[in-house]
């Protein structure tokens, strides 16, 4: 069911694109009447802008397509804005009143209710420090207010979201990566799988905890972390082969 | 870093933000972006002063700054070299910084320097020592879209034909900055397609 509508934009899909480049689509001139087919807009993600009937790229990257009509630009960026429903990492910068504020990585803190945890009442207080590292999600996050986060899901249980992080390793670490690592087939992961038995927190603001049976391992995995960001994926299996080997 | 074509002028730049801004400096509806310009030897003065408000209202009419209401942009540029068409340079490697950190961005822009010599004849991308023979010398920001002088900051004495041919030269050099802008981009995402 190819329509002729968004040939212009699928010829381009995997190929780099630079912020001002556009695409018009074609307007519809015959219109039959033994079809419903209505005009279909394409889904904008992030890095392309829609006004009328064109479509403007904002940033630069590949475009990437998910039928039916779902396009987004697939950029490397290692500065982190909140959107909605993300779960990131975050660190606990202070407790005033009710409420936790939340350093994400983002232009502002974010806010943490303590009654936004599982099983917290007024009386039950979560057990949280400044310092603490929390696992959470946005239920509000737009340009115009100040994000707000909760660490529990719309039934009221944790989900793996909350505080966490003795002995591990923080490490920061670009977006594209993270995303990555998050895919459903995610070629990093399963290397990882390979190498040594470990546990990994990854945040959607550019934020990996690991934590290994030991500090040696655990750095290892962190190292092979950051520089996988620079690494082809030839290179980067190279360098876990070298790693399964004992090689150091 | 982008390296003039006769001479070895080299800016480096670095952009950090969308960042927490100071509540003084917060503007409601959109980001606020501030450019520092750092000579290679020197405090900065009023010179560096004029030239960075040049690229920030360069920069402000490309970027989407409404995307990012009450926060900051911070772009700093610091000279490596000197050797003619600065400011040229400097927008330049402003562009390429910001389309690198991911901000949104409307369109592209280039800066070209053009030199008019003592005999009236046009020098594109002027190194030091020609800009010091010139008679006039102007330096053009234009846009990626549809080519359009977006700045223009001249010092000298010209006409108006002379500034028409100017504005006309910049304008193909431009293709080649926005050739390299592309073939840049695309070498830095080939690691990973």
Redesign the interface.
């Known amino acids: 069911l190819a329509s002729g509508m968004f040939s212009s934009l699928k010829e381009k899909i995997g190929e780099v694109l630079l912020p001002g480049d556009e695409f018009v689509f074609e307007s519809e001139d015959t219109i039959f009447l033994t079809d419903n087919v209505k005009p279909e807009r394409p889904v904008c993600g992030p890095g392309l802008r829609q006004s009328g009937n064109r479509l403007v790229v904002s940033k630069s990257g590949v475009l990437r397509h998910k039928p039916p009509h779902t396009f987004w630009m697939d950029s490397q960026q290692w500065r982190y804005v909140p959107a909605k429903a993300e779960t990131v990492i975050g660190i606990v910068t202070s407790k005033s009143g009710d409420i936790f504020k939340v350093d994400v990585g983002g232009s502002e803190q974010a806010s943490l209710s303590y009654l936004a945890f599982e099983g917290a009442t007024k009386r039950n207080r979560p057990n949280v420090q400044v310092g603490d590292l929390v696992f959470a999600q946005f239920t509000v996050a737009n340009k115009d207010m100040e994000p707000e986060l909760v660490c529990i899901d719309g039934s009221g249980r944790a989900n793996g979201m909350g505080v966490f992080g003795g002995g591990g390793l923080l490490l920061k670490v670009s977006l594209g990566l993270v995303r990555r690592l998050l895919a459903p087939q995610s070629d990093i992961r399963s290397d990882l799988e390979q190498l040594f038995p470990c546990e990994l927190v990854v945040g959607m603001n550019g934020r990996i905890w690991v934590r290994a049976s030991t500090i040696q391992q655990t750095l290892i995995i962190s190292n092979l972390l950051q520089s996988c960001d620079t690494l082809t994926a030839p290179q980067r299996r190279e360098q876990f082969r070298k790693l399964q080997k004992g090689g150091l | 870093m982008i390296d003039g074509r006769d001479g070895d002028t080299s800016v480096m730049a670095g952009v950090y933000?969308?960042?927490?801004?100071k509540v003084s400096k917060e503007i409601y509806d959109r980001a606020t972006l501030e450019v520092l310009l750092q000579p290679k030897v020197g405090p900065a003065g009023v010179r560096e002063q004029s030239q960075e408000q040049c690229v920030r209202e360069t920069c402000e009419a490309a970027l989407?700054l409404s995307?990012?209401?009450?926060?900051?942009l911070t772009l700093i540029l610091q000279v490596l070299h000197d050797d003619g068409s600065l400011l040229s340079c400097c927008l330049n490697a402003a562009c390429m910084a910001l389309?690198?950190?991911?901000?949104?961005?409307?369109?592209?822009f280039c800066g070209v320097t053009c030199a008019i010599g003592a005999d009236g004849d046009i020098i594109a991308d002027p190194t030091a020592a020609q800009e010091k023979e010139s008679r006039a010398l102007m330096t053009f920001a234009i846009?990626?879209?549809e080519r359009r002088v977006m700045m223009s900051s001249t010092k000298g004495s010209f006409s108006v034909q002379e500034l028409q041919e100017c504005v006309a030269v910049s304008q193909k050099a431009s293709e080649k900055v926005f050739q390299f802008?592309?073939d840049s981009?695309?070498r830095?995402?080939s690691?990973?397609?």
């Open positions: 933000g969308p960042a927490e801004v989407l995307l990012h209401p009450r926060s900051s389309m690198d950190a991911g901000l949104s961005m409307s369109c592209l846009d990626s879209t802008y592309r981009v695309r830095r995402y690691k990973n397609l």
